[in-house]
């Protein structure tokens, strides 16, 4: 029963570092911020959970930091400690969400919400 918790647990993190891979890649994380493929992580944690989760967990932190995909926070130690006064935050609205590029997320001048909708489609890039 144990080894069967296991395998679950170590094949339902293999899906969510793929399918967070591909968020951070949707975002804009580039190649090398990412390091591999969202498949190539979703493989090694798989073979090396105990080693490769907690090192994917690490690097999605950095890349989240770097996307500036955590808004108005800033990590210190082991702490995350506010960077902006509230003054000096966007007014509410909707925004690209940083979670999925196709989707725009409400912000209400403190933090995110959980309201979402479809992002408009962008004019001009297409054949006429």
């Known amino acids: 029963m ?6 679950l647990a170590v094949i339902g993190s293999a899906i969510w570092v793929d399918q967070d891979a591909r968020k951070l890649v949707a975002a804009g994380a580039s190649k090398d911020q990412m390091g ?3 498949l190539t992580w979703s493989i090694a944690t798989i073979l090396l959970w105990i080693v490769v989760f907690p090192w994917y967990l690490n690097k999605r932190g950095k890349i989240r930091r770097e996307l500036g995909l955590l808004p108005n926070t800033n990590v210190v130690g082991n702490r995350t400690v506010p ?3 509230p003054s000096s935050l ?15 997320r409400y912000w209400d001048g403190q933090a995110w919400t959980d309201q979402v909708r479809v992002a408009p489609p962008q004019m ?3 054949p006429v």
């Open 124 to 126: 001009g890039s297409g």
């Open 83 to 85: 960077t902006a006064s």
């Open 90 to 104: 966007p007014q509410a609205g909707w925004f690209a969400d940083p979670t999925n590029a196709l989707q725009q």
């Open 36 to 38: 591999n493929s969202p």
């Open 2 to 7: 144990l080894t069967w918790l296991v395998l």
